[in-house]
């Protein structure tokens, strides 16, 4: 069968055929699985999409492997995505892998006594999770270099602004991608020089501004023009993409639809929850990070409301989360687990291959704007 054609600009700027960017996802937590690895980024890339590596989790010498691994498994453009964060997770002597169980007794006593009585209440083990000292979050600058010597095709910068690495990227031929809840930020980014910018609503998975999706990206284009950008939160069909280039987007950058594919990062447990999810399922809380972000809803949010703790600055806070994560997992009580999803969850019923996800989105869009519109809406000038 012929292919279906959908370009925008985007694809003759990154090389790639249709206008579908797979999110850098990395784990919601210490100890999960990346939402987005090398097998997403492969697939993705692979369907004529552009697959992005969710860097955050990585040790510097497993990005590395990780990039290679995508270069020795498709030709094709891809991306890494890394978190640049402020506020660096240091501490004193942390020089090897140490226990979480041992980095917890350095948070604040209220939060400590909280986490001890949950335990205790709820029956819950110990838990061996080991703590890397040289992740890309707490070494973003290495992280950085290890992109630029591999000429990451394309480098997205999933917190924080990237302007201060655009040079030397570019020098290498590579493009830099920011991600953007709000004009402001949107425009910060592109003075600094970015090449494309994704502009991300309220819907979204993950970190979350407050801003909503259909309010957002007129905004955002209309403020950082001529600078590309991108539609993302809530887009999980061809229904998304065509309403995204109808509004002047150059593509979509989608998170959750790819979580819940064959090829998707997530426990099964996550996806399992994705799929019973509701558009009401999920949660902006500060509970994971520290920073607003969305997540399933589980006895895990009410458990947190209940504690009347205020959240930790990120990333402390992830640690505190970890711990707890961690031993829900551990001590089997599925009802508190969850991870990073959006509202678009609701939208997902079955987990399928992140090559169908992409032939279906194009399909559909492809027949909503040659067929659908044309019949259904009248228009004259
Ligand atoms: C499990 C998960 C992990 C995420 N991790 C990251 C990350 O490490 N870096 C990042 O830039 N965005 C991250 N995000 C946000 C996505 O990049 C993306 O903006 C969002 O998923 C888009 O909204 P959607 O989920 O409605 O498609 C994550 C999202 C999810 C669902």
């Known amino acids: ?93 942390f020089n090897e892998p140490i226990p979480l169980m041992t980095l917890i007794e350095q948070l604040p006593q209220p939060y400590l ?29 290495e992280a950085i270099r290890i992109c630029i010597e ?21 020098a290498q031929g590579m493009k830099v991608l920011g991600i953007s809840g709000n004009t402001k930020n949107a425009q910060r980014m592109a003075e600094s020089g970015v090449d494309l910018l994704v502009a991300q609503g309220y819907e979204a998975g993950g970190h979350t501004g407050r801003i909503g999706t259909m309010a957002l990206l007129p905004q955002v284009i209309d403020s950082v023009a001529p600078i590309p950008v991108l539609a993302a939160g809530g887009i999980g069909d061809g229904r998304g993409l065509a309403a995204a280039l109808a509004m002047g987007c150059v593509g979509v950058w989608v998170g959750t639809r790819f979580l819940a594919t064959v090829e998707g990062g997530a426990m099964d447990l996550c996806k399992k929850r994705i799929l019973e999810s509701t558009d009401e399922d999920t949660r902006v809380s500060k509970l994971y990070t520290g920073k607003t972000s969305r997540a399933n809803y589980t006895r895990f949010h009410d458990l947190w409301d209940a504690s009347g703790l205020e959240a930790l600055p990120f990333p402390i806070q992830v640690l505190l989360c970890s711990v707890m994560l961690g031993s829900f997992v551990k001590g089997n009580k599925p009802d508190y687990i969850s991870g990073f999803a959006g509202q678009i969850s609701g939208l997902i019923h079955t987990v399928i291959s992140a090559h169908q996800v992409v032939e279906e989105m194009v399909t559909e869009a492809v027949e909503i704007l040659t067929e659908k519109l044309p019949q259904t809406v009248t228009v004259k000038k």
Request: glycine share 12%; aromatic share 6%.
């Open 1 to 93: 069968m012929k292919r279906a054609v959908l370009r925008t600009k985007l694809c003759d700027m990154l090389g790639i055929e249709y206008p579908i960017i797979s999110a850098g996802m990395g784990p919601t937590l210490i100890g999960e699985p990346n939402g987005a690895p090398v097998e997403l980024v492969v697939a993705v890339s692979e369907a004529g999409g552009l697959g992005v590596l969710g860097g955050a989790g990585f040790s510097i010498d497993e990005l590395q492997q990780a990039i290679r691994e995508i270069k020795a498994q498709t030709g094709k453009p891809f991306g890494v995505d890394l978190l640049l964060p402020k506020n660096l997770m240091t501490f004193e002597g």
């Open 113 to 141: 006594d909280w986490f001890h009585k949950v335990k205790a209440e709820m029956n819950l083990p110990d838990i061996d999770l080991m703590v890397k000292p040289n992740t890309t979050v707490m070494l973003p600058n």
């Open 150 to 170: 591999e000429r990451v095709p394309l480098f997205c910068a999933g917190l924080g602004n990237p302007g201060f690495m655009v040079k030397e990227a570019h």
